[in-house]
């Protein structure tokens, strides 16, 4: 199984900021990564797949970097309902796909 | 438009049984493979099982060790999730969640709003 691990766990940021947030894969997931954002109450939100493709009306401030092990989720020009937590789950080799522990993104 | 509808969830005592239901909308759901996630209160997201769109092939996560069984009536629409002999453990959101493409990649566009299962005495 491949261990997805995120970090920061939580993280701090101002309005109108840039969030980088981390996903790293216990082995090589080539580009098969995908990011969820997740708000209190609501399902998981596909934002990112392909470690760099925008989901259909996912705006521009998100993107995707990374291949392999070492994958990105950066958020430009942080705005109020950006602040949730935030999942990188691969979907190389399956089963199982396997989801990070999260990140939430919090207002400073 | 697109939309997931789980139920079937509630209080069930250890030892128990409970089915699943999802009821989807909105897209040719025989053509999509379709799974189940679920999500252990303030924890999180952890996949449960993968159904192929035909319903001929399916995979388990390996803690549920066989008392789990997916399937799909593709005639009503409707994904299931047969749970038995369940545990404390087994506490959690259930979502059913469809594959993004026809070709399955295991990744989820669309989710359902969750079914709440809690195993106590």
Known sequence: ?108 | EVQLLESGGGLVQPGGSLRLSCAASGFTFSNYAMSWVRQAPGKGLEWVSTISGNGITTFYADSLEGRFTISRDNSKNTLYLQMNSLRAEDTALYYCAKDKFLEWLLFFDYWGQGSLVTVSS
């Not at chain 1, 020009?77 to 979907?91: I, K, M, N, P, T």
């Not at chain 1, 080799?93 to 400073?108: S, V």
């Open chain 1, 1 to 108: 199984e491949i261990v997805m691990t995120q970090s920061p766990a939580t993280l701090s940021v101002s309005p109108g900021e840039r969030a980088t947030l981390s996903c790293r894969a216990s082995q090589s997931v080539s580009f098969n990564l995908a990011w969820y954002q997740q708000k209190p109450g609501q399902a998981p939100r596909l934002l990112i797949y392909r470690a760099s493709t925008r989901d259909t009306g996912v705006p521009a401030r998100f993107s995707g970097s990374g291949s392999g092990t070492e994958f990105t989720l950066t958020i430009s020009g942080l705005q109020s309902e950006d602040f949730a937590v935030y999942y990188c789950q691969q979907y190389n080799k399956w089963p199982p796909p396997t989801f990070g522990q999260g990140t939430k993104l919090e207002i400073k």
